[in-house]
T-cell receptor, first 109, second 112 residues
Framework: GQNIDQPTEMTATEGAIVQINCTYQ??????LFWYQQHAGEAPTFLSY????GLEEKGRFSSFLSRSKGYSYLLLKELQMKDSASYLC??????????FGKGTMLLVSP | DGGITQSPKYLFRKEGQNVTLSCEQN?????MYWYRQDPGQGLRLIYY???????QKGDIAEGYSVSREKKESFPLTVTSAQKNPTAFYLC???????????FGPGTRLTVT
């Protein structure tokens, strides 16, 4: 079976740093994706981790520990436009993604 | 510009009617996917296709049907058998070089 857990909501202040956690238990694992989704819009790709460790890309970083079934997305220097839902997705067998329910991040001034 | 198009953005239907949602991509991707998203929920996989003339059921295929006659197109039919069809439907595609899925803008279907 597939089980992916993320916090439902988080709040943070503009300019701050926030970490969004994702834990997973899946029957197959070939990597983990993070997507950003603004309300009513399509998800957009943020990061893909297949090996353990930290991947940094500008203000966003993503970490993976395969032995712990754990990932996090780190957002630095938060901006108002970062208010969105952040989706964790496990890439399993047959080229399919299994998504968590998403974490709604609200950035306040 | 390469991308994925879905039309229309908003669709309204009466209960008991079948409705077909279009999805077209010009990214030359082999794989295409259909997801459903309900409020406060993640994306759930309806159907996917990794090659023309072949497709597989996802986690929630009941009440839906698809076809893949062309590489560029992967239409989804929501049949009257789908008990709760009102949702936001997203189409995606992916290539073989990377596993990243690219999403279309989505179609919001309302059935009353």
């Amino acid at each position: 079976g597939q089980n992916i857990d993320q916090p439902t909501e988080m709040t943070a202040t503009e300019g701050a740093i926030v970490q969004i956690n994702c834990t997973y238990q899946t029957s197959g694992f070939n990597g983990l994706f993070w997507y950003q989704q603004h309300a009513g819009e399509a998800p957009t790709f943020l990061s893909y981790n297949v090996l353990d460790g930290l991947e940094e890309k500008g203000r966003f970083s993503s970490f993976l520990s395969r032995s712990k079934g754990y990932s996090y997305l780190l957002l630095k220097e938060l901006q108002m436009k970062d208010s969105a839902s952040y989706l964790c997705a496990v890439f399993g067998g047959y080229s399919t993604l299994t998504f968590g329910k998403g974490t709604m991040l609200l950035v306040s001034p | 510009d390469g991308g994925i198009t879905q039309s229309p953005k908003y669709l309204f239907r009466k209960e008991g009617q079948n409705v077909t949602l279009s999805c077209e991509q010009n990214l030359n991707h082999d794989a295409m996917y259909w997801y459903r998203q309900d409020p406060g929920q993640g994306l759930r996989l309806i159907y996917y296709s990794q090659i023309v003339n072949d497709f597989q059921k996802g986690d929630i295929a009941e009440g839906y049907s698809v076809s893949r006659e062309k590489k560029e197109s992967f239409p989804l039919t929501v049949t009257s058998a789908q008990k709760n069809p009102t949702a936001f439907y997203l189409c995606a595609s992916s290539g073989t070089a990377t596993y990243e899925q690219y999403f279309g803008p989505g179609t919001r279907l309302t059935v009353t």
